[in-house]
């Protein structure tokens, strides 16, 4: 996963206390991130994590709405971006020519940016 991360990327971290919180990737380091909560708390601090423990959070049309992607049908298009539900939590991104399968946010955000050029809105956690 580490190759495939930035940051801004939202990640998961692979312990079972954080288990479904969603974290931004704040800074990069040889062995691993710095984490903060997308909604920080009174007292949050940055966590650091070894590249091993980071998990991907998986895209959901929740997840889709939050991003500002409007649903058509059982579709959900932003900025020429067509996301289109298949089995298996499985998402097809279709943007111009280019197509691919993805079940990650991190994943989506990256597409969505190399192919439009723009960063997703962090979603309202």
Request: net charge positive; proline share 6%.
């Amino acid at each position: 996963m580490r190759n495939e991360i930035r940051i801004g990327n939202i990640v998961g971290y692979d312990l079972p206390m954080y288990k479904g919180v969603p974290f931004i990737i704040h800074s990069m380091h040889d062995t691993g991130v710095q984490l903060r909560k997308i909604k920080l708390e009174k007292n949050d601090k940055l966590i650091n994590c070894h590249n091993l423990a980071m998990a991907p959070i998986p895209i959901t049309p929740l997840r889709l709405r939050k991003f500002h992607f409007t649903q058509i049908g059982n579709q959900f298009v932003l900025n020429g971006c067509w996301i289109t539900p298949l089995p298996e939590d499985l998402f097809l991104v279709k943007i111009g020519s280019f197509q691919q399968t993805i079940s990650a946010v991190h994943r989506l955000q990256n597409i969505f940016f190399r192919e439009t050029g723009l960063e997703l809105v962090l979603p309202e956690y």
